[in-house]
């Protein structure tokens, strides 16, 4: 059964600084792993999606990284602001056709001013 | 604008009457599922559809029903609602069949109360 780490659980960080959130998971049999942005209110927002067969993916001040072998993805964000502050999901969808997309619990950011 | 629209945003109700919480897309999506979230478990899949009448379960089905007799409609059916299923959902839907670049929209989230 798939499983999804996602380390730290929560971050705090001074404005402008550059930051790794990590996210591990047990079964290298996807066909991808998105990284979700959650806000209070707001619902999911697809940042980042990584195919099995890339090694990252950048959109702006992000860049996400995937070894797929090893069961790992980082995101990247780069030059931190307090606008960045929300939690961050990583999920992976199965190989399975059916689309479904397991999470992990997520690392709550904090970016202060 | 693609949009997954989901109502109502916000619910409390008490144990045994009956509710549907409605989720539309207006993307011509195939597929559409349901999650809900809870604190320490994450998004956990509840139902999931590949088509118009084509429906299954997913991780926790136990306690809800689903339909989708349109396209752009997936509503989620708590017939006997319990305290356990307090939760946050989510509904979201994507291109069939599953592919490499599949991304998937998510709705706002409905928090439900059972009391």
């Known amino acids: 059964k798939q499983e999804v780490t996602q380390i730290p659980a929560a971050l705090s960080v001074p404005e402008g600084e550059n930051l790794v959130l990590n996210c591990s998971f047990t079964d290298s049999a996807i066909y991808n792993l998105q990284w979700f942005r959650q806000d209070p209110g707001k619902g999911l927002t697809s940042l980042l999606l990584i195919q099995s067969s890339q090694r990252e993916q950048t959109s702006g001040r992000l860049n996400a990284s995937l070894d797929k072998s090893s069961g790992r993805s980082t995101l990247y964000i780069a030059a931190s602001q307090p606008g960045d502050s929300a939690t961050y999901l990583c999920?992976?969808?199965?190989?399975?056709?059916?689309?479904?997309?397991?999470f992990g619990t997520g690392t709550r950011l904090l970016v202060s001013p | 604008e693609a949009q997954v629209t989901q109502n109502p945003r916000y619910l409390i109700t008490v144990t045994g009457k009956k509710l549907t919480v409605t989720c539309s897309q207006n993307m011509n999506h195939e597929y559409m599922s349901w999650y809900r979230q809870d604190p320490g478990l994450g998004l956990r899949q509840i139902y999931y559809?590949?088509?118009?009448?084509?429906?299954d379960k997913g991780d926790v089905p136990e306690g809800y029903k689903v339909s989708r007799k349109e396209k752009r409609n997936f509503p989620l059916i708590l017939e006997s609602p319990s305290p356990n299923q307090t939760s946050l959902y989510f509904c979201?839907?994507?291109?069939?069949?599953?592919?490499?670049?599949?991304?998937?929209?998510f709705g706002a989230g409905t928090r439900l109360s059972v009391l």
């Open positions: 559809s590949m088509n118009v009448e084509v429906t």
């Open positions: 999920a992976v969808e199965e190989n399975t056709g059916f689309q479904k997309l397991v």
């Open positions: 979201a839907s994507g291109i069939s069949p599953a592919g490499t670049k599949n991304i998937q929209y």
